[in-house]
């Protein structure tokens, strides 16, 4: 009986042995993407690959060393999948894009069309169109690649994390390849992207979000600061919350929480200019965190609504101010005003597509705001 317990063991013990060898050899045939950059070389008529990949040698040694678990390889192709390949070739590995946490797209792509950048990530199957893309504002994808994030074991992640956040603060929304396409199809709107920069403290190297880009007919015609594209959010119905703070000559410094935002948009044809008109309605709730000498001022109704009325006139300026700019020096209508004009008035919009997606005048776009106050301190108004 002990014999055949022996023999039962020593079998299990060279069949985990074999499982051992082979998945540790399959780790080793593998090149696991985390993060891509592309830019364009026009001289070359080029794209440029710049991608992060797990260092399987630093994460599965017995004494790792601190920080990036990670290295970044460059490949040139007249095309994505060429650069890939070239990849896959030189590497002699299996390529995996499934552990991909961003792509960062270099303004020099735009001159040769982002859409065939695009493309290459929704049609291979063995890439993910969820994946979060964004833009590098003042440098290119190569270098956003490269940033070390303060040294972080895995920066890609880091990146992920970064466009993620502006949704959680009101400022930037999160967007992924698949509605990069959807925009992109879309005749009747610009398209918009949240761009990144770099900043340097030390040695260290950080991204950070500055806005958006926007993009019209495949060019890149303009950038949005943070409080611009917050304007851009309520908008479009993507503000979820974020703080609000006001400089106000008779309240002093204001900060308020805005914790619900909902936004409707109704579109129409003029019976006397026989142009398409907008009028935008946002509903805000919030709640007062902090107000300069407070106490001194006291809360009372006529108080409260003074504050509200001081809130309604922020958020609609900021609002104006992102539709004039977006509309009249970029030409592009990112708020899929000409879509509503397309769903509702399809005839109209036939006879009338030189309007769309960037000739609607601001004028034409009426913003209406209300901002209710919920709270002023620890009780209910």
């Known amino acids: 009986m002990k014999k055949i317990i022996s023999i039962v063991l020593i079998f299990s013990l060279l069949i985990m042995s074999s499982i051992y060898v082979t998945a540790e050899q399959q780790i080793k045939n593998i090149v696991v993407v985390s993060g891509i950059g592309i830019d364009y070389d026009k001289k070359t008529d080029s794209y440029i690959l710049t991608v992060e990949v797990l260092n399987i040698n630093q994460i599965t040694g017995e004494n790792p060393e601190p920080g990036n678990l990670t290295k970044t ?8 999948s060429s ?4 990849m896959a070739i030189e590497l002699g590995k299996t390529v995996v894009y499934s552990q ?24 291979d199957y063995k890439t993910r169109s969820g994946v979060l893309a964004a833009v590098a504002k003042d440098c290119t994808a190569e270098e956003i690649i490269k940033v070390n994030e303060g040294n972080a074991p895995f920066p890609s992640q880091e990146l992920q994390i970064i466009l993620k956040s502006g949704k959680d603060n009101g400022y930037t929304t999160e967007m992924d390849m698949a509605q990069l396409t959807n925009m992109y199809l ?3 709107s610009a398209a918009y992207i949240p761009t990144l920069s770099i900043k340097t403290q030390g040695e260290d190297k950080y991204t950070y979000l500055t806005g958006f880009a926007v993009i019209n007919n ?5 950038d949005l600061n943070l409080t611009e594209g917050r304007g851009l959010l309520f908008v479009n119905d993507k503000f979820d919350r974020g703080t609000l703070s006001i400089e106000n000559e008779q309240l002093g410094i204001l900060t308020f929480k805005i914790v619900q935002s909902t936004t409707d948009v109704s579109a129409y044809i003029s019976k006397e200019t026989k142009e ?20 001194k001022l006291g809360f009372t109704k006529e108080r409260v609504k003074k504050l509200e009325e001081v809130g309604s ?69």
């Open 100 to 123: 991909k946490k961003a792509i960062i797209l270099g303004k020099s792509v735009f001159e040769k069309g982002y859409m065939n950048v695009v493309d290459f990530f929704i049609r």
């Open 276 to 295: 398409p008109k907008f009028d935008i309605k946002v509903k805000l709730t919030a709640d007062l965190v902090e107000q300069e000498d407070a106490n």
């Open 218 to 222: 495949d060019n890149y015609v303009g």
């Open 186 to 188: 879309d005749k009747c």
């Open 313 to 381: 006139l922020s958020v609609k300026n900021t609002i104006n101010k992102t539709i004039s700019k977006c509309l009249t020096e970029y030409e592009s209508d990112v708020f899929s005003l000409g879509r509503r004009i397309y769903i509702k008035y399809p005839k109209y919009f036939k006879e009338h597509e030189d309007y769309f997606p960037g000739k609607i005048s601001p004028e034409n776009v009426n913003v209406e705001v209300d901002f209710n106050l919920r709270r002023v301190g620890q009780g209910n108004i």
């Open 83 to 86: 650069a890939a390949e070239k």
């Open 73 to 80: 390889m460059q490949y040139k192709g007249k095309t994505v």
